[in-house]
């Protein structure tokens, strides 16, 4: 009897274990609070420690010059690095203004696309973390004709 | 809830499109009503390693649509997308590569 009990209990274990596994340890697991910030270098500072950015072409931003609708732009991120270790979109004039990060993995091309909502005009910025730890920032600003934040 | 998917492999790229049913709600703070309910981690698997491994918010559309590639990849393997929203609701699923 006891030792079924024992091995439910390392069921119930490995299920928890199994749960748990998706959120594997990343620079997002570790500073939630990134994605609580106001501002878009709140935001920064909270997951990389820094707003020290490059502007150059190592990374890349593909919008639309204008969102008619708010609720969904369509968005492509990606980066010419080979090595790069995450993405980050920061949307400026969204309340939260992280709103969305990646975690490069090896086989992975560094190239996404999805849509996000944004709340009014204003910058949307792509941000590389290079293997070295420096930030690399695409900047586009996208004209939205109705807001579209709310539900 | 829900997840389609639709994931080809040419050459040794697989390309995958995901479409998951969820509100992704901000609540108040983007101007809504209720309370926030939106994904904030979405991976898929691929022979055991990670091959995308996301960190969304609420400023993700509603019913996400995700579109991404990676390499090494065989037709007929299997794919597992997996997603856990900020209610502890999550969903997984598994999709054959064709």
Known sequence: MKRRKFIGLGFATM?????????SASIFSEHPKAFMAKTGDEALKDAYGTTDVMKDDKAMLKLPDIAENGGAVPVTVSTSLNNAKNMS???DGNPRP???????TEGTIPKFSTRIKMRKTGNVRLIVEDANGKLHEAVKQV????????? | MGIKAIAKVKKDIATVK???????????????????KYINHLTVKYGGRVVYDMYPTSAISKNPYIKFAFKGAKKGDKITVEWKDNTGAGEKKDIKLK
């Open chain 1, 89 to 91: 979109l920061i949307i």
């Open chain 1, 143 to 151: 004209k939205v004709t109705v807001g579209g934040c709310g539900g």
């Open chain 1, 98 to 104: 992280l709103a969305a990060s990646w975690e490069l």
């Open chain 2, 18 to 36: 995901l479409l998951v049913k969820h509100p992704m709600a901000s609540g108040k703070i983007g101007g809504g009503k209720g309370d926030p």
């Open chain 1, 15 to 23: 299920a928890v274990t199994a749960l748990q596994s998706v959120s």
